[in-house]
């Protein structure tokens, strides 16, 4: 079984103002993810970030931070802007992987996890796993919970991720993001920017450094945190550049593809 995480920065333009969807991005990988499909069978899981649909309206309410009484009519409000927005992206990534022929089903995060202070603590997967037994790709994305000690919260994709991989232990855990790997700093914006091969303890997030984005969800470090924690637990796995044509395929394919593992030891 294979888990692949394509980041909102790859599906949207993450920092514009109006949510709008990178089509040709997404018309690609759908075709890279069917290609590999058509050359094998294999399960596979996608979860997808929240990008320029999902951030903002999180951002402007503030979705996930404690609040009065007297402020919950305003986050109600907040939680259906975000569920809806997301949503949207879902429907139209979905429209596309179904157009390239890819049997996607969505299940949004919302109806069926909780989460208590932004960590998921309920949440049965048996719905992903009669899906795939029939052949089905299930889809779930970042998200707005329901929380037993904030109220509501945001649930990132790499935390769904972690929640997955813990319970469903797949072969193979892929973050596809707009980078080659993990950096010590933007390597869009430093020239000098130190690549990481490999990840393998919190001390090195020391040299990382932190998101500049319209972020909620915690940027690389997050991402790297939810991992090393699935790296406890024997599961390793990688991040790569899903804007590199054919890198989706390859790394379904189990083919050499550039990127940062995140595991234990040497």
């Known amino acids: ?5 394509i980041g909102g920065s790859i ?17 690609r990988i759908a075709g890279e993810i069917k290609a590999s499909l058509d050359n094998s069978f294999k399960e596979l899981i996608i979860v997808h970030g929240a990008g320029s649909f999902g951030h903002p309206p999180a951002k ?3 979705i996930g931070e404690k609040f009065d009484e007297s402020e919950y009519p305003q986050k109600r409000i907040g939680f259906c802007e975000v569920q809806n927005a997301v949503k949207k992206l879902n429907m ?12 996607v ?18 949440g049965k997967l048996d719905a992903f796993r009669r899906y795939l ?24 994709g790499d935390q769904l991720i972690q929640y997955l991989a813990k319970n469903l232990n797949p072969d193979c855990v892929v973050l596809g993001t707009d980078v080659d790997g993990v950096y010590d700093k933007n390597p869009k914006t430093h020239d000098d920017a130190i690549f990481f ?6 001390k090195d997030l020391d040299t990382l450094e932190g998101t500049t984005n319209v972020d909620v969800t915690g940027g690389m470090v997050g991402k790297i945190k939810e991992l090393l924690y699935l790296a406890d637990l024997g599961i390793e796995s990688k991040i790569i550049n899903a804007e590199v044509k054919d890198n989706i395929y390859k790394v379904l394919e189990n083919e050499d593809v550039k990127g940062t593992v995140i595991s234990r030891g040497n």
């Open 1 to 5: 079984m294979f888990i692949l995480k």
């Open 11 to 27: 599906l949207t333009n993450k920092d514009a103002i109006e949510s709008e969807v990178d089509s040709e991005s997404l018309k």
């Open 60 to 62: 402007k309410y503030k």
């Open 92 to 103: 139209l990534i979905c429209e596309a992987f179904i157009d390239e022929g890819v049997p």
């Open 105 to 122: 089903v969505a299940i949004p995060a919302s109806s069926f996890m909780t989460a208590t202070n932004k960590r998921i603590t309920e």
């Open 133 to 156: 037994d029939k052949g089905f790709i299930p889809v779930i994305y970042g998200d707005v919970v329901l929380d037993s000690e904030l109220e509501i919260c945001v649930i990132s």
């Open 197 to 202: 091969e490999k990840f393998t303890s919190l």
